[in-house]
């Protein structure tokens, strides 16, 4: 019995050893191996202080994530919370199609403003993905209403490389310019011609 008790000790050690690795006894941080974590779990490896109880709702993940001109923005969103999500080793493509329970917390502290900004504290959230009773998804809400940045506080030019505009030129958004794509290098007062 007491051999029994001893292995249990070892590798309730060794499972602790590698959840903190050797960081210190640093927290973990997310890795692409996550979506087996329970929310819970997730969220104390994480360094927010976040208001005790969730928002949960259900979300239905598109499975077109197109962006076309003149229609509600929707792909667009979800492209860019996979950009977020995947700093934090979650693929939402995986998603596509299905329905998932978003979980947001409020950060209690907020997120500080960028540049000159910076000493100002802004209403954020952390919103979760989960399915099935695991994290499948995460980022970060800035302001309430922004989508992004990470939970790593990268933003898209940090995670990328590109601005927002290089990045959706990048991705082929907004090429589409509907039927009236030939207006498009005319100059204003060409513009204005053509309209009357």
Same mark, same amino acid.
């Given at each position: 019995? #007491?051999?029994?008790?001893?292995?249990?000790?070892?590798?309730?050690?060794? /499972? $602790?050893? $590698?959840?903190?690795?050797?960081?210190?006894?640093?927290?973990?941080?997310?890795?692409?191996?996550?979506?087996?974590?329970?929310?819970? *779990?997730? +969220?104390?490896?994480?360094?927010?202080? *976040? &208001?005790? &109880?969730?928002?949960?709702?259900?979300?239905?993940?598109?499975?077109?994530?197109? @962006?076309?001109?003149?229609?509600?923005?929707?792909?667009?969103?979800? !492209? /860019? =919370?996979? @950009?977020?999500?995947?700093?934090?080793?979650?693929?939402?493509?995986?998603?596509?199609?299905?329905?998932?329970?978003?979980? !947001?917390?409020?950060? *209690?502290?907020?997120?500080?403003?960028? %540049?000159?900004?910076?000493?100002?504290?802004?209403?954020?959230?952390?919103? +979760?993905?989960?399915?099935?009773?695991?994290?499948?998804? #995460?980022? +970060?809400?800035?302001?309430?209403?922004?989508?992004?940045?990470?939970?790593?506080? !990268?933003?898209?030019?940090?995670?990328?490389? /590109?601005?927002?505009? %290089?990045?959706?030129? !990048?991705?082929? $958004?907004? =090429?589409?310019?509907? %039927?009236?794509?030939? $207006?498009?290098?005319?100059?204003?007062?060409?513009?204005?011609?053509?309209?009357?």
């Amino acid at each position: 019995m #007491a051999r029994r008790q001893f292995i249990m000790i070892v590798l309730t050690c060794l /499972l $602790l050893f $590698l959840n903190t690795g050797c960081n210190g006894g640093k927290k973990a941080s997310p890795t692409i191996q996550s979506s087996i974590w329970k929310p819970e *779990v997730f +969220l104390q490896t994480l360094d927010y202080k *976040v &208001q005790s &109880q969730p928002d949960k709702f259900l979300v239905d993940v598109p499975q077109d994530w197109e @962006v076309k001109l003149g229609e509600y923005p929707e792909g667009l969103y979800w !492209r /860019l =919370a996979n @950009v977020f999500s995947k700093d934090a080793g979650f693929d939402l493509t995986t998603l596509k199609g299905s329905d998932v329970e978003a979980w !947001r917390y409020s950060l *209690v502290d907020g997120l500080p403003g960028s %540049e000159g900004q910076s000493g100002f504290s802004y209403p954020s959230n952390l919103i +979760l993905l989960v399915q099935s009773g695991n994290t499948v998804g #995460a980022w +970060l809400e800035f302001n309430v209403q922004s989508v992004g940045p990470s939970i790593k506080k !990268r933003s898209l030019t940090d995670i990328t490389g /590109l601005t927002f505009d %290089e990045w959706t030129e !990048r991705e082929g $958004l907004f =090429a589409d310019a509907g %039927e009236n794509g030939d $207006l498009a290098s005319l100059g204003h007062f060409e513009l204005l011609d053509a309209f009357f």
